[in-house]
């Protein structure tokens, strides 16, 4: 089993940064391709960053690409997700997402995670 505890959410306004992280408990960790995803109110739960097992291959969809960072410490159990330049629409609860690997992919779809935290909120601001 893998629990996720995601922190650093808060309210920002537009503009603005946020640092989320997720640590992991177990000892497993750096076999484990992660994720974040997002879910705003009303709407879909949806795709915002993934990264693989080694850390050496990430990807961001074209609505947060070039603001939105992903990036993982195995030594320390964590993955983090710098966001930069926050848009209103961007307000959601963002999910940490975690799942065996055995190849150093990157998943994009929220089916392909057996594991999830309970989310911070993050707000923008106009």
């Known amino acids: 089993q893998v629990q996720l505890v995601e922190s650093g959410g808060g309210l920002v306004q537009a503009g603005g940064s946020l640092r989320l992280s997720c640590a992991a408990s177990?000892?497993?960790?750096?076999?484990?391709?992660m994720a974040w995803f997002r879910q705003a109110p009303g709407k879909e739960r949806e795709f915002v960053a993934a990264?693989?097992?080694?850390?050496?291959?990430?990807y961001y969809p074209d609505s947060v690409k070039g603001r939105f960072t992903i990036s993982r410490d195995n030594a320390k159990n964590t993955v983090s997700l710098q966001m930069n330049s926050l848009k209103p629409e961007d307000t959601a609860i963002y999910y940490c997402?975690?799942?065996?690997?055995?190849?150093?992919?990157?998943?994009?779809?929220?089916?392909?995670?057996?594991?999830w935290g309970q989310g911070t909120q993050v707000t923008v601001s106009s």
């Open positions: 997402a975690a799942r065996n690997s055995a190849d150093d992919f990157v998943y994009k779809t929220q089916y392909s995670y057996s594991y």
């Open positions: 990264i693989s097992w080694s850390g050496g291959s990430t």
């Open positions: 177990g000892r497993t960790f750096s076999s484990k391709a």
